[in-house]
T-cell receptor, first 107, second 113 residues
Framework: DAKTTQPPSMDCAEGRAANLPCNHS???????VYWYRQIHSQGPQYIIH???NNETNEMASLIITEDRKSSTLILPHATLRDTAVYYC????????FGKGTRLHILP | EAQVTQNPRYLITVTGKKLTVTCSQN?????MSWYRQDPGLGLRQIYY???????DKGDVPEGYKVSRKEKRNFPLILESPSPNQTSLYFC????????????FGPGTRLTVT
């Protein structure tokens, strides 16, 4: 039980913002929302995480709704190197990876 | 450079021949874990360790053993490998079990014939 729901795939034009949604309607008050990505068969790479407030780092922004039941990962200027599977994870005592969203960046 | 290393990166072996996949991290992380990844099934946790001498089962622990005698190392042991353990394995570590990002190793592709 991954506790999150993500679309299986999305397309985004190169240079545009990629907005990846995630539903986590059963999230509890002390659970963080994490985002990772996996490029081909490499080890997953941490992107960002948050609890209640929106977060931004050099890679992406994370927007969490006020009720915390959903979130959106934003890659502001997608490039071909951002082609990957993106995982939204709600963590309690261990990370559970679902099937993620396969993001295709179109040239 | 902060990193998680795994060895070997690729391994082909035969059923029943004991093997160990090593995992080492140089970040003084307390939390370490092992995952396997199979097509259509995503990443599934095998075992995790919250600190030295503290290990616990993940979602798919059958057929695997682990040990955590030192903080930096967390080997995965397959006492009697079977073909259904053919998979891509990842080791990961983090500062603690919650609130911190996990760093993943490059993966070990294991084939059991």
């Amino acid at each position: 039980d991954a506790k999150t729901t993500q679309p299986p795939s999305m397309d985004c034009a190169e240079g545009r913002a990629a907005n990846l949604p995630c539903n986590h309607s059963t999230i509890s008050g002390n659970e963080y929302v994490y985002w990772y990505r996996q490029i081909h068969s490499q080890g997953p790479q941490y992107i960002i995480h948050g609890l209640k407030n929106n977060e931004t780092n050099e890679m992406a922004s994370l927007i969490i709704t006020e009720d915390r039941k959903s979130s959106t990962l934003i890659l502001p200027h997608a490039t071909l190197r951002d082609t990957a599977v993106y995982y939204c994870i709600v963590r309690e005592d261990k990370i559970i990876f679902g099937k993620g969203t396969r993001l295709h960046i179109l040239p | 450079e902060a990193q998680v290393t795994q060895n070997p990166r690729y391994l082909i072996t035969v059923t029943g021949k004991k093997l160990t996949v090593t995992c080492s991290q140089n970040m003084n992380h307390e939390y370490m874990s092992w995952y396997r990844q199979d097509p259509g099934l995503g990443l599934r946790q095998i075992y995790y360790s919250m600190n030295v001498e503290v290990t616990d089962k993940g979602d798919v622990p059958e057929g695997y053993k682990v040990s955590r005698k030192e903080k930096r190392n967390f080997p995965l042991i397959l006492e009697s490998p079977s073909p259904n353990q053919t998979s891509l394995y990842f080791c990961a570590s983090s500062t603690a079990w919650t609130g911190y990002e996990q760093y993943f190793g490059p993966g070990t592709r294991l084939t059991v014939t």
